[in-house]
């Protein structure tokens, strides 16, 4: 069975600069694709980034691209999300996924995460 536990959310001023990270138990990284979404109160969860199983393909959101940053050690089975220039738009919980399959932009993941909260303060 697959465990995903994110840590690392915080407060952070706008244009400020976080990193959350997403530990993976139960199986090996490399065996999943694996995307962060996001989810601000009262709006849907949105795509944020995500790299395939061999991480050779990543894709990223529109509203993310050139500040965020995926990445992953899979020695330590732990997937990253570098957070740059952090606006107030960016604050909400993000949340980790794996999926088995290959990598999409959609809520379509196997495994999530409990989600960690991301404050951005103007």
């Known amino acids: 069975q697959v465990q995903l536990v994110e840590s690392g959310g915080g407060l952070v001023q706008a244009g400020g600069s976080l990193s959350v990270s997403c530990a993976l138990s139960g199986r090996t990284l490399s065996g999943y694709a694996m995307a962060w979404f996001r989810q601000a109160p009262g709006k849907e969860r949105e795509f944020v980034a995500a790299?395939?199983?061999?991480?050779?393909?990543?894709h990223y959101a529109d509203s993310v691209k050139g500040r965020f940053t995926i990445s992953r050690d899979n020695a330590k089975n732990t997937v990253y999300l570098q957070m740059t220039s952090l606006k107030p738009e960016d604050a909400a919980i993000y949340y980790c996924a794996a999926r088995s399959g290959i990598v999409v932009r959609t809520t379509d993941y196997d495994y999530w995460g409990q989600g960690t909260q991301v404050t951005v303060s103007s």
């Open positions: 790299f395939s199983r061999s991480g050779g393909i990543t």
